[in-house]
């Protein structure tokens, strides 16, 4: 399948996914506590109810030698920690990813700009929140092959997470 396709599908399934996105149940709740050091629990607690679904689809996607690492598991559940500041519903981010798919996406601004800048953002949270370093640089670079691995994740695990975020994973060069 074409790359373009491929993407496609994969944001049509999320726009549906956000669209349908429960709370999490108490259980898994209490899976992600027990993962994230407090104050990563408070700025996941804070997250949409979408961005906390994904967060949790994207943590069981990942592998079980790498989900067993609570750092891993951590930047999983947050590399989206940024998306919620830009206050956009589900259309709304459809509007903001097309805008940026068109254009140049540095030249977009307002809540639209803040949602395609999600990255920079949730590190900048995640980091004056006390995040781990691990979690703030995933945050930041996981749109970002190019910045793979960064420091203190290696290579296999960017690309896990960002397998198991749905993006593609070739050769990360």
């Not at 781990?132 to 695990?157: L, M």
Request: with cysteine; proline share 6%.
């Amino acid at each position: 399948m074409g790359e373009r396709l491929r993407h496609l599908r994969h944001l049509v399934g999320r726009f549906f996914a956000s669209l349908f996105a429960r709370e999490p149940v108490p259980g898994e709740v209490a899976r992600v506590r027990a993962i994230l050091t407090p104050p990563e629990f408070a700025v996941w607690v804070a997250m949409p109810r979408a961005d906390r679904a994904e967060s949790l689809a994207t943590l069981h996607r990942l592998p079980p030698e790498v989900a067993a690492d609570d750092r891993w598991a951590a930047a999983a559940l947050l590399h989206d920690a940024g998306k919620g500041s830009a206050n956009l519903g589900t259309f709304g981010r459809v509007l903001a990813t097309a805008r940026g798919r068109v254009g140049d996406p540095a030249r977009v601004g307002g809540r639209a700009g803040r949602y395609l800048h999600h990255a920079e953002i949730g590190a900048d949270l995640l980091g004056s929140a006390g995040a781990r370093a691990e979690v703030v640089a995933w945050a930041a670079t996981h749109h970002e092959p190019s910045q793979w691995p960064v420091a203190s994740i290696p290579e296999d695990v960017c690309a896990a997470l960002a397998a198991a975020d749905g993006e593609k994973v070739g050769s990360l060069r």
